[in-house]
């Protein structure tokens, strides 16, 4: 694994305490902007990459499957109801 895999690694494991769930091996890279952290679901073996924009707003709700890969500069909206991306 890349060394800098390593810090995003680090920071799920920072950011499980504030999201609704972020499953195992999953790793996060630099957001740019996350909102409504409560609301955001991560299964496990989740990749993001560098640049994430994720925005659960209201009753908004974010659910990412296992084994899933968000590339780069990615947003994700969700306001109501429920915003899934699964492989």
């Not at 950011?15 to 496990?44: A, L, V």
């Not at 925005?55 to 915003?83: F, L, P, R």
């Amino acid at each position: 694994m890349h060394p800098i895999k390593y810090l995003w690694a680090a920071r799920a494991v920072v950011y499980k305490m504030t999201f609704g769930r972020i499953g195992n091996m999953t790793y996060i890279g630099r957001p740019t902007f996350i909102e409504g952290r409560k609301n955001i679901y991560i299964g496990n073996r989740v990749r993001v990459f560098p640049g994430i924009r994720m925005e659960a707003i209201g009753n908004g709700t974010i659910k990412i499957g296992d084994n899933t890969a968000i590339e780069q500069n990615v947003h994700i909206t969700s306001g109501g109801g429920y915003t899934l991306a699964t492989m």
